[in-house]
């Protein structure tokens, strides 16, 4: 079984910043793609960046040139550096990871972390 867990979210000021982290567990053979999506109340989750294993990064327009995505293949960890956050980027944050487990790929998600940002 495939485990990822979510940490880092809070409530902050806006212009403030919050590191989210997800950690992946269990039996597995490596982790392709991973991402951070969002779900703000009465919304549809949205992506907010991806990262392959290599490094690649991808954005979502809303968060370009405030987020940064980053990866640690050896720890199965990623982080998400949030910065001049705004109200609108209120709502609960998931983790989401593509595990290559035997011949297959499947894909896992987090139960996900809140962050609440004041105006």
């Known amino acids: 079984q495939v485990q990822l867990v979510e940490s880092g979210g809070g409530l902050v000021q806006a212009g403030g910043s919050l590191r989210l982290s997800c950690v992946a567990s269990?039996?597995?053979?490596?982790?392709?793609?991973m991402a951070w999506y969002r779900q703000a109340p009465g919304k549809q989750r949205e992506l907010v960046a991806t990262i392959t294993s290599g490094g690649g990064t991808n954005y979502a327009d809303s968060v370009k040139g405030r987020f940064t995505i980053s990866r640690d293949n050896a720890k199965n960890t990623i982080d998400l550096q949030m910065n001049s956050l705004k109200s609108e980027d209120t709502g609960v944050y998931l983790c989401k990871a593509d595990v290559v487990i035997g011949p297959r790929t499947y894909r896992y998600w987090g139960q996900g972390t809140q962050v609440t940002v004041s105006s």
């Open positions: 269990g039996n597995f053979f490596s982790i392709n793609a």
